[in-house]
């Protein structure tokens, strides 16, 4: 069984920064496809940010120039760099991650088809 376990989440002031991290410490290999998800109550969950196992990127247009997605292949690791929050930020946000890159991999990140799914971390931001 594969677990994903966000951390990072808490309170943040506009104008500052807060990282979260998603570690897979049970999962053998590397996986190629990994995200950020967020959800506020009584809405969709909308799709954050993405990266690829070739370490490109993708960002809705709401973050985009404000947060930064990484990875450390090493240790099957990834982060969600946030700059610059603001109070429409505020939600809960959910790692994910798969197997496949390439189109496969912009297919999961823009319909959020994920097979592995952490149970979220709330971020707040006032």
């Known amino acids: 069984h594969v677990q994903l376990v966000e951390s990072g989440g808490g309170s943040a002031q506009p104008g500052g920064s807060l990282t979260l991290s998603c570690a897979s410490p049970?999962?053998?290999?590397?996986?190629?496809?990994m995200g950020w998800f967020r959800q506020v109550p009584g809405k969709e969950r909308e799709r954050v940010a993405g990266?690829?196992?070739?370490?490109?990127?993708s960002y809705a247009d709401s973050v985009k120039g404000r947060f930064t997605i990484s990875r450390d292949s090493g240790s099957n690791t990834w982060y969600l760099q946030m700059n610059s929050p603001r109070p429409e930020d505020t939600a809960m946000y959910f790692c994910?991650?798969?197997?496949?890159?390439?189109?496969?991999?912009?297919?999961?990140?823009?319909?959020?088809?994920?097979?592995?799914w952490g149970r979220g971390t709330q971020v707040t931001v006032s």
């Open positions: 990266i690829e196992s070739d370490g490109s990127t």
């Open positions: 049970d999962y053998a290999y590397e996986f190629d496809c």
């Open positions: 994910a991650a798969d197997t496949g890159s390439g189109p496969q991999c912009y297919e999961r990140i823009r319909g959020g088809n994920f097979e592995y």
